[in-house]
């Protein structure tokens, strides 16, 4: 193949491609069949009205919750089958909705479980790292408290310094400001642009919609587990049926 062509070939990729989706628990149609891709350098917003299957999809992507259909691609390779610690080796990491830190373990140790199925190598450099990541996200102060005696915005901040240490490619984040204040999420914001410098795309559950407007290049919008818009943020809020979805029926009228 030619130089030219690879090149080519290269910026076609997506980073993440997920192909007819589904995750169905019983009569719950969760997420379902659902279709998009993510390409490598950009920050990427879901919105989407309680239970419309953010999480799940997020879930389903790092593969911890099992699929019912479809397929994942992350950057040419086919993980939809690989373990959920395969697809952390593989750059894809996370955050939860709900913060999920051990409260025997101090803040730092926690951060550290960031690294643990990493391989070995990488391992090493991930724990050379830990200092200048909690200076980074503004834990290093209570680095040896536990995480139950911090604040809820601390904990999220533990939790985000724990899914970027062992340096993803994609990072996934499920409402990474949630219980925060007007000055916490700014920072979070920020933060989460200079990942972005340095090459980290990101998926970003929020249900704050400036914050989404102002922080992703693309926006997808869910509802009842289906797409129901994407493309350029001030399009996709403006959009009837997402403003239905939000608002209720009527909504686009008033
Ligand atoms: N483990 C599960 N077992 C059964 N049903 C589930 C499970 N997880 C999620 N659901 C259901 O799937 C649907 C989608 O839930 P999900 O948590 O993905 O929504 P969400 O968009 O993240 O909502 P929120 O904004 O409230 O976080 C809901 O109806 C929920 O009750
Ligand atoms: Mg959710």
Redesign the pocket.
């Known amino acids: 193949m030619s130089v030219m062509t690879e090149t080519a070939v290269r910026q076609r990729t997506a980073l993440l491609e997920v192909q007819d989706v589904a995750v169905h628990?019983?009569g719950?149609k969760?997420?379902d069949g659902i279709s998009l891709e993510m390409h490598p350098g950009k920050i990427y917003g879901v919105l989407?009205?309680?239970?419309?299957?953010?999480?799940?999809?997020?879930?389903a992507m790092t593969r911890l919750?099992p699929l019912t259909r479809g397929r994942f691609v992350l950057d040419g390779h086919d993980y939809t089958k690989a373990a959920a610690r395969k697809v952390h080796h593989m750059g894809i990491a996370r955050t939860f909705?709900t913060v999920r830190l051990l409260d025997d373990r101090s803040v730092r140790d926690n951060i550290l479980l960031g690294q643990d199925t990493l391989p070995k190598e990488r391992r090493k450099e991930a724990t050379a790292r830990v200092e200048e990541v909690m200076e980074r996200v503004g834990v290093r102060e209570v680095a040896r408290m536990r995480p139950d005696e911090l604040s809820y915005g601390m904990q999220r901040r533990v939790e985000f310094a724990r899914a970027i240490i062992g340096r993803p490619r994609l990072l996934l984040l499920?409402?990474p400001t949630a219980g925060m204040n007007n000055t916490e999420r700014a920072e979070i914001s920020e933060l989460m642009k200079q990942l972005l410098d340095e090459g980290v795309t990101q998926f970003i559950?929020e249900?704050d919609v400036q914050m989404m407007v102002d922080t992703c290049d693309h926006l997808f919008a869910?509802n009842f587990?289906k797409l129901i818009a994407e493309g350029d943020p001030r399009e996709v809020v403006r959009h009837p049926d997402v403003q239905e979805a939000y608002l209720g029926k009527g909504a686009t009228h008033a």
């Open positions: 628990f019983g719950v969760a997420v989407g009205p309680n239970g419309s299957g953010k999480s799940t999809l997020l879930g919750t909705q499920d409402e559950v249900h869910m587990g």
